[in-house]
């Protein structure tokens, strides 16, 4: 039986692994640039202030607990939203290790964009292996799903929510918050369409019912 999903599963791993990987090094280049982090980076900042613990394992930690959130709404996670809450934490930590910090304006603006353009083009990966969305977009999709609200209103509502929360706990806000909010999608929707890897639909099978064989029509 040769069924062409299969024959992309290798690639469809690879792709989600290499992004989730650099999805935390993106993390890393941006709060290195320490000119204003992501809205969940800003949280995770915050209570990295608070507590002895890496600024990996709070993002493990963070992502379990949005993954509870999803109980009430009823999203289901993918491997890939498993996946993305076990390893980006940990890449962003390997990202720590390898890029320094500096009093360099100059330089800090660059790790922003460096990290900002790592950053998307991670997302775009991740999520054209169509292995499910991370923790924190599921979230946002969940709750436009259950509330009705617009996609825009929900996810401001969550990154309001948890920058006020990080800056109260002593995260970086700054002109990067802003940057990030406004050019982190325009960013993501070029790469997921670059990355996007496309998946039969049921109704594209087609075959002989008794040879057992099934084909991908076209």
């Known amino acids: 039986m040769i069924r062409l999903r ?11 692994l290499i992004g989730l990987f650099l999805y935390g090094i993106g993390i890393a280049f941006i709060v ?4 204003g982090a992501a809205p969940w980076d800003v949280l995770t900042q915050g209570i990295a202030r608070q507590v002895p613990l890496s600024f990996g394992t709070i993002t493990i930690l963070v992502s379990i607990v949005v993954l509870l959130l ?5 999203q289901r996670p993918g491997t890939g939203t498993v996946l993305n809450a076990l390893l980006v934490g940990p890449s ?16 800090r603006v660059v790790f922003f964009v460096i990290g900002l353009l ?3 083009a991670a997302t775009g990966l991740y999520i054209g292996a ?9 979230l946002m999709t969940g709750l436009h799903r259950r509330t009705g609200w617009p996609i825009w209103v929900v996810r401001t509502g969550l990154e309001v929510t948890v920058v006020a ?5 002593g995260g970086n806000v700054g002109v990067g918050t802003v940057a990030f909010a406004l050019l982190v999608g325009p960013l993501c929707q070029f790469f997921m369409r670059l990355f996007a890897i496309r998946l039969p639909e049921p109704t594209d099978w087609v075959g002989p019912p008794h040879t057992g064989e099934i084909r991908l029509a076209g």
């Open 6 to 16: 299969g024959r992309r599963m290798p690639r469809r791993v690879t792709q989600l």
């Open 92 to 107: 962003a930590d390997v990202g720590f290790s390898v890029i320094p910090q500096t009093d360099v304006l100059w330089i």
């Open 130 to 138: 169509a292995f499910g969305p991370g923790p924190r977009d599921g």
């Open 70 to 74: 999803w109980i009430p709404i009823r």
């Open 165 to 169: 929360a990080g800056w109260a706990l």
């Open 32 to 35: 290195r640039g320490a000119i």
């Open 118 to 120: 790592v950053l998307s």
